[in-house]
């Protein structure tokens, strides 16, 4: 599995292609949670070592530990909700 269709799996809510390639663990503590995945998938394990989301009604961050023991953290914010979707977002629940 290549980064990008990882990538796509994680903010797509695919478990099935995540859980093909990751071990995956989750916890809830109060009012928040975390995912953790672990890089099955040869080419992902050869530069991390894990992948750690953690957020609530949102992602918040995303840390990526590689494995020479250096580590990314994305941090999410100011999140955006339209209250109505556009002409394009409509036609993707359109019936044809």
């Given amino acids: 599995m290549r980064l990008a269709e990882v990538i796509s799996a994680v903010f797509s809510g695919n ?16 009012n928040s949670w ?16 894990r992948i750690i989301m ?11 530990t590689e494995q020479n023991g250096d580590s990314i ?3 999410l914010s100011n999140h955006n ?4 979707l556009n002409a394009d977002e409509q036609a993707l629940f359109s019936l044809r």
């Avoid at 953690?54 to 990526?64: P, T, W």
């Avoid at 909700?81 to 109505?84: L, Q, R, S, V």
Wanted: proline share 4%.
């Fill in 15 to 30: 478990a099935q292609g995540l859980a093909g390639n990751f071990e995956i663990y989750y916890a809830n503590v109060a």
């Fill in 34 to 49: 975390e995912l953790g995945l672990i890089p099955l998938d040869r080419a992902i394990n050869s530069f991390a070592e």
């Fill in 54 to 64: 953690q957020g609530d009604a949102v992602i918040r961050s995303i840390e990526i």
């Fill in 73 to 75: 953290k994305y941090l």
């Fill in 81 to 84: 909700f339209p209250t109505e």
